[in-house]
């Protein structure tokens, strides 16, 4: 986990603030040696503000590695101003990374999930929300068997999209977004850290729950074990 | 701890009504019973009736019938996304389960039933230390 890159998969309300999260603690650890990429093909725009945590304006990955690599010295950053579709998820994610996943599609997360699938060794940690409540997935690939169940597995909203990636909507459909909120993304990027930090910490992979629930209006946190 | 067996039902009433537990005259021995072992809380199952107690566990939750005689019923964990609680549902189906507590735990309709982390369905019959879960779907934004 010392050496494993980083991938931050979605720069929105939960990866923006994720990215900050993780960078600290990584810029500290003496003994991580990965490199942290972000990816995403959006662009920080005022409508975003209330929830996404940028300094400038532009593409999303780009501008929070501008950011970042002003604060945090200690960690080669790299980013990439793309959406991950079918055909280029390959070339972006490789085997021996972990994976933070906080797009905001069904149908992208299949894609990268199908993918993983197919490598030897990938950690996915995949979170997601509504307007309250919301989840983290995890998702652990060792020598090519599932540790944890994959993200289509229990899931049938993931197995069978109903939604659309970015690239496939409209532009009009692109400006519309669904109302979130900051504290709501907030709970996905801190319980995602502390998942990532329970597998940095040499916690059994077997002790983790697959999937944790939560909601913010009623503060219940909500671990479930399936196999 | 005192010994409520020997106590009357008036005995009881009074006491009841000591605890500030109202709406408990005339009521049956049961009910008054479960009133104030609902204020005492932890102590329920242990200071009527240790017998009953053999072979609990701490997923346990005591009743007393109109004898005043302490049954224990197992609870079972059931969740669904961030809801969770303990139910005393052994021996019942999933199903049945699902549909009693549809709105109060928010479940979807035809989830998917979880039973100790494996698939199952609605025929399953819960045993005692079963964790039921129907799944939620996933949050989509971020």
Do not use: W
Not at chain 1, 85 to 99: C, G, H, R, T, W
Not at chain 2, 39 to 62: E, H, K, Q, W, Y
Not at chain 2, 77 to 101: I, R, T, W
């Amino acid at each position: 986990m010392r050496k494993n890159n980083i991938i931050i998969i979605g720069v929105g309300g939960i990866g923006s603030n994720l990215a900050e999260f993780i960078s600290r603690f990584l810029n500290f650890e003496k003994e991580f040696c990965g490199k942290i990429v972000l990816i995403d093909g959006d662009s920080f725009e005022e409508k975003n503000k209330t929830r996404q945590s940028f300094i400038r304006y532009g593409n999303k990955a780009e501008s929070k590695v501008l950011e970042l690599i002003q604060k945090f010295t200690e960690i080669p950053f790299v980013f990439h101003d793309v959406y991950i579709n079918k055909k280029n998820v390959s070339e972006y994610i490789l085997d021996d990374a972990v994976v933070f996943l906080c797009v905001d599609n069904h149908k992208t997360r299949k894609i990268i999930s199908d993918h993983c699938n197919t490598l030897n060794n990938i950690t996915i940690i995949n979170g997601g929300n509504d307007l309250l409540d919301g989840s983290v997935h995890l998702y652990v690939r060792e020598n090519g068997k599932d540790i944890t169940p994959s993200l289509t597995k229990y899931n049938p909203e993931i197995e069978t999209p109903e939604d659309e990636t970015p690239e496939e909507m409209s532009c009009e459909k692109r400006s519309i977004s669904e109302p979130q909120i900051f504290f709501t993304n907030l709970q996905a990027a801190i319980i995602m850290c502390q998942v990532y930090y329970s597998l940095y910490t040499d916690t059994k992979t077997k002790n983790l729950p697959s999937i944790i629930y939560f909601d913010i209006a009623t503060q219940k946190v909500t671990p479930s074990f399936r196999k | 701890m005192r010994d409520f067996s020997k106590m009357t039902n008036k005995e009881l009433e009074d006491y009841a009504e000591s605890m500030g537990i109202r709406g408990v005259s005339h009521k049956s021995r049961a009910h008054i019973l479960n009133k104030i072992y609902a204020v005492t809380g932890s102590a329920r199952p242990f200071d009527l009736n240790p017998i009953s107690c053999v072979g609990a566990t701490l997923l346990t939750m005591a009743e007393y019938n109109q004898e005043g005689n302490c049954n224990t019923h197992t609870l079972v964990s059931v969740s669904c996304g961030a809801n969770h609680d303990f139910f005393p549902v052994v021996g019942h189906k999933a199903g049945e389960v699902m549909a009693l507590l549809k709105d109060a735990m928010n479940i979807s309709d035809n989830p998917q039933i979880i039973i100790n982390g494996l698939p199952s369905n609605g025929n399953y019959v819960l045993q005692e230390g079963d964790r039921l879960e129907f799944v939620k779907h996933s949050g989509e934004k971020g």
